[in-house]
């Protein structure tokens, strides 16, 4: 079982650039959540996605943006990037939205400079 | 001020001693309650939950929640240098779609 993979693992953009990140759920799970991580900081939860659907959103931009595909694999794009976008972006994904197993992936470190 | 508070440490024990951590927090919808461990560079990874209130034990960790004192608690007995790493604690209402995270306290356990 392969787990949560997200892809790329590190991302160096330029400020007002976008950036597209990739999720693929640990295998038997539809539901998939996005996480940002500063440096220092706990995970702060961007936004969930189940059955192709955004569910909830956290206090995030809507710079911030995401999509859910067929296979459950999902997408976190952020466009217009600054410099306080520098953190490490987390998918976790769980069964049927039930967040209580949530597993998380290696992240992607993003720096904006 | 923020739902969930956690110290940041470092907090540092010899092997083999017992690693006590702690979270408060003010949100009394709250029902299930985490704790993950995350080395450095790595995702989250989950050590245990518990719903509502008392006790949970696996293994060497224990998972305690006081919900009237909105406080909760993560034993680790035996210490190894392998549980150096950053303990978060994380919490969720009974809706349970959304994780609010602690800031994590780095603990360093020394040989």
């Known amino acids: 079982d392969a787990g949560v993979t997200q892809s790329p693992t590190h991302l160096i953009k330029t400020r007002g650039q976008q950036v597209t990140l990739r999720c693929s759920p640990k295998?038997?799970?539809?539901?998939v959540s996005w996480y940002q991580q500063a440096l220092g900081q706990g995970p702060q939860f961007i936004f969930q996605y189940y059955e192709e659907e955004e569910r909830q959103r956290g206090n995030f931009p809507d710079r911030f943006s995401g999509h859910q595909f067929p296979n459950y694999s999902s997408e976190l794009n952020v466009n217009a990037l600054l410099l306080g976008d520098s953190a490490l972006y987390l998918c976790?994904?769980?069964?049927?939205?039930?967040?209580?197993?949530?597993?998380f992936g290696q992240g992607t470190r993003l720096t904006v400079v | 001020q923020k739902e969930v508070e956690q110290d940041p440490g470092p907090l540092s024990v010899p092997e083999g001693a017992i690693v006590s951590l702690n979270c408060t927090y003010s949100?009394?919808?709250?029902?299930?309650f985490m704790w993950y461990r995350q080395y450095s560079r790595k995702g989250p990874e989950l050590l245990m939950y518990t719903y509502s209130s008392g006790n949970k034990e696996d293994g060497r960790f224990t998972a305690q929640v006081d919900k009237s004192s909105k406080y909760i608690s993560l034993f680790i007995r035996d210490s190894q240098p392998s549980d150096s790493a950053t303990y978060l604690c994380?919490?969720?209402?009974?809706?349970?779609?959304?994780?609010?995270f602690g800031g994590g306290t780095r603990v360093l356990v020394k040989p």
């Open positions: 949100n009394s919808a709250f029902q299930y």
């Open positions: 994380a919490m969720m209402g009974a809706a349970g779609n959304k994780l609010t």
């Open positions: 976790a994904s769980s069964r049927q939205l039930v967040n209580t197993e949530a597993f």
């Open positions: 295998s038997g799970h539809d539901t």
